[in-house]
């Protein structure tokens, strides 16, 4: 598949500067995949298409301030994107990175963090005395480049259900629900499940490829609790919130192994497994995400749907709307 096929045309000012208020107050675009039908909702609708014997996975992850702007020795800048511990060090983005050598000191106010090696695509791995107590002091929340970051909406960059710290992106699709809408979820006999995947470059690194097969994902690791594979292996349906759920459920069911680290690319052609449902907001062009969703539900019908939530105004990317695509994946 050609990666033209994950363009689509994006006027500037539907790109969402903050989330709505409240965050359930957002649009819902449904789409029935089966029957190949649009309808137009708010979030806080979301409990009226799920029921009992639904189990709806969210994921846990929590995001560290990641974003750490420093100075070369010589004095220029530099900006280290916190992507994972590897146990005694940290993988880094760099921008910009081909100034950066190994064993050179960067300074942070007075926080120092020394690079350790190239690992290649402008990652590095870097050493500190205190990595993670530097990003507390000195790190700011990981915004993404078309959001104006301020205050407010490095706040707002979490979900309300956020425990395990370690992600450089959020998981956008969960931050539309509220404590409310949780608990209408569970009211309405539908059960909730968590795993953790911590967000990285394989998330948001755009396809740069002309072919999809010949993109690589990025590792990034995940955990699936024992309650939670007991829960989707004896739910009637599977409903992913965002596209790190779905990648998580399809790498354990891939591999057998609930705790570890997933490269799995999805995109059309791919085999679902567990994921009958998926809740996603809408994404950035040649994204691995929109090729996921297009795995998900059908090239031409996600291709559809966009075009009519550009011409609804619906509000796009991370503080933006939702979408729920019912009846795809493995659902026949």
């Known amino acids: 598949m050609l990666t033209a096929a994950l363009d689509y045309e994006l ?3 539907l790109i969402a500067q903050k989330p709505a208020e409240p965050r359930d107050a957002s649009r819902l675009l449904v789409v029935d995949v089966p029957r190949r039908e649009i309808s137009h909702h708010t979030f806080r609708d979301l409990p009226r298409f799920l029921g009992g014997g639904d189990v709806v996975v969210l994921n846990e992850t929590k995001v560290i301030p990641a974003r750490l702007p420093a100075r070369r020795p010589g004095g220029g800048r530099v900006e280290l994107l916190f992507l994972r511990d590897l146990g005694g060090s940290w ?12 064993g050179m000191k960067l300074s942070a106010g007075t926080e120092v963090v020394e690079v350790a090696e190239s690992l290649g695509d402008g990652r590095w791995a870097v050493r500190g005395v205190d990595l993670p107590g530097t990003l507390a002091r000195a790190g700011h929340m990981p915004l993404p480049p078309y959001i104006n970051s301020n205050g ?11 425990r395990h710290p370690g992600s450089a992106a959020a998981p956008t699709a969960g931050l539309h629900f509220t404590d409310r809408v949780l608990a209408e979820v569970e009211r309405v006999g539908a059960k909730l499940a968590y795993v953790t995947l911590h967000v990285g470059t394989g998330t948001f690194t755009p396809v740069r490829a002309a072919k999809l097969e010949e993109h690589r994902m990025h590792a990034e690791r995940y955990h699936v609790p024992v309650e939670t594979a007991r829960a989707v292996k004896e739910a009637g349906r599977v409903v992913t919130v965002g596209t790190t759920v779905a990648r998580t459920l399809e790498s354990w069911a891939a591999s057998g192994v609930p705790e570890g680290e997933s490269e799995l690319f999805i995109y059309p052609g791919y085999r679902w497994r567990t994921v009958d449902v998926l809740l996603t907001n809408f994404h950035l062009p040649r994204s691995t995400l929109l090729a996921m969703v297009m795995s998900f539900a059908g090239v031409e019908l996600v291709r559809e749907a966009y075009r009519v939530a550009v011409e609804e105004s619906y509000r796009f990317y991370s503080f933006g709307d939702a979408m729920l695509l019912l009846g795809g994946g493995r659902s026949p």
Request: glycine content about 0%.
């Open 11 to 13: 006027p500037e000012t």
């Open 91 to 102: 993988e880094v983005l760099a921008r910009p990175s081909k100034r950066l050598r190994s």
């Open 152 to 162: 407010e909406a490095e706040a707002a960059y979490q979900t309300v259900y956020a």
